[in-house]
């Protein structure tokens, strides 16, 4: 059994920049790829970004790829998302998932087997 944490997730302006981290226990942090989503009201949960479980591959939905960054700690069994540039669009519920699959498989939801309850994210023009 894996529990994740989230944390981080405030309140931002446009063109700011927000870190929010995931933080696990409960197995063995480096055998999990770890996967954001985001969830805003009324819209389907979207795929954000993954990192491999040693942190060699990292993988990004295409609109974000170029403001987020994702990294892993596994000393720690941290994950770190960090977002830069931060629109309104970018306001929902992020959630940190663990999963053993790898690849593409990691921009789907339901690759994934263990799920934090999320931090608010709030952009504001």
């Known amino acids: 059994q894996v529990q994740l944490v989230e944390s981080g997730g405030g309140l931002v302006q446009a063109g700011g920049s927000l870190r929010v981290s995931c933080a696990a226990s409960?197995?063995?942090?480096?055998?999990?790829?770890i996967g954001w989503f985001r969830q805003a009201p009324g819209k389907e949960r979207e795929f954000v970004a993954a990192?491999?479980?040693?942190?060699?591959?990292?993988y990004y939905a295409d609109s974000l790829k170029d403001r987020f960054t994702i990294s892993r700690d596994n000393a720690k069994n941290t994950v770190t998302l960090q977002m830069n540039s931060l629109k309104p669009e970018d306001t929902a519920r992020y959630y940190c998932?663990?999963?053993?699959?790898?690849?593409?498989?990691?921009?789907?939801?339901?690759?994934?087997?263990?799920w934090g309850q999320g931090t608010q994210v709030t952009v504001s023009s």
């Open positions: 998932a663990a999963g053993r699959s790898t690849g593409w498989f990691l921009r789907l939801t339901n690759k994934y087997d263990y």
């Open positions: 409960g197995g063995a942090f480096s055998n999990y790829a």
């Open positions: 990192i491999s479980g040693i942190g060699v591959s990292t």
